[in-house]
């Protein structure tokens, strides 16, 4: 079979190609750094393949006794925030999706308002701290558990849902909150699945809210030991100097060292609710 291209499809292909580079080169280039010796780095020999290969500086990073402690302060965050962020959001979105529930409009309106205003960082602070959640692990969930942007591409998932659904379990004699979770969620796996990807990886990179509402060392998030990690110079306070013998390179190594190690886990997620993204943003975006 043979396969015709037409120019339109090569300028596309092209298009994409660089694209897809533009996405790919910085990410490489870290690796290949990250991976090569002190002195190819400083004669600026690495393009996108490692030089003198070594992993000197990745055992940099994990002999940091603080990275393993945030690695699991920072998955107990990403699971228990994405849980708690999903359920509060699709509940209120299925509720807030009824023509019929009481000062639908007016609830709408106050939702939508927070997409342009909010109540500020240091109202928020006092707010959460009166609350007693610092120096909590809910103070790294609860403030940011509802997006008003997922809010509404879910509401407006539930608002395409047929009505014949709701009306067969109203038959079999399920309640509003019956319907909903025996119903409703096991119906909705793109867009929850899309949504969880949102909150996840939200979740994961945020470290604001750490250096807001966290005081206490052992609970603080990977990002922020990361961040530490290379504005302080954590390479030379490592031993990270003896490796080549120039702590500048040293540094600079390390801190594409830090992002990677930062970045891979979550991307790997990435796979496993592909199939799942691209159905679930579109079905949550547009009502038909």
């Known amino acids: 079979m043979k396969i015709k291209f037409s120019v339109f499809d090569v300028i596309i292909y092209f298009v994409i190609f660089c694209v897809a580079l533009s996405a790919l080169y910085p990410f490489l280039y870290m690796i290949a750094v990250s991976l090569s010796g002190t002195v190819p780095v400083l004669r600026g020999e690495v393009f996108l393949w490692p030089k003198e290969f070594t992993l000197n500086t990745y055992a940099v990073v994990f002999d940091n006794p603080d990275i393993g402690k ?8 990403t699971v228990l925030g994405t849980t708690i962020s999903l359920f509060v959001t699709a509940a209120g979105a299925y ?38 959640l610092i120096d909590t692990i809910w103070a790294m969930v609860i403030p940011t558990a509802v997006s008003s942007w997922n809010f ?9 849902m047929p009505q014949e659904v709701e009306e067969s379990g109203k038959i079999d004699g399920l309640t509003d909150i019956g319907i909903f979770l025996r119903l409703v969620l096991p ?3 793109a867009i929850i699945a899309t949504i969880g990807l949102f909150y996840g990886v939200a979740i994961w990179n945020n470290f604001f809210s750490a250096l807001l509402y966290l005081r206490d060392a052992d609970l603080l998030p990977l990002q922020v030991i990361i961040r530490n990690m290379v504005l302080q110079g954590a390479g030379g306070a490592n031993g990270a100097g003896n490796i080549g013998g120039d702590s500048m390179i040293v540094d600079e190594a390390l801190k594409y060292a830090t992002i990677i190690v930062t970045t891979v886990p979550i991307l790997l997620v990435y796979p496993f609710l592909q199939k799942y993204f691209a159905k679930g943003a579109l079905i949550g975006s547009v009502k038909g």
């Open 70 to 77: 945030a690695y699991i302060n920072t998955i107990l965050y």
């Open 187 to 189: 119906l909705s796996s």
């Open 152 to 160: 509404i591409v879910m509401r407006t998932f539930f608002m395409n």
């Open 95 to 132: 509720a807030l999706s009824k023509k019929t529930m009481l000062f639908q409009r007016p609830f709408m309106i106050m939702i939508v308002i927070t997409l342009f205003f909010s109540g500020g960082m240091i109202p928020t602070f006092l707010v959460v701290k009166s609350y007693n």
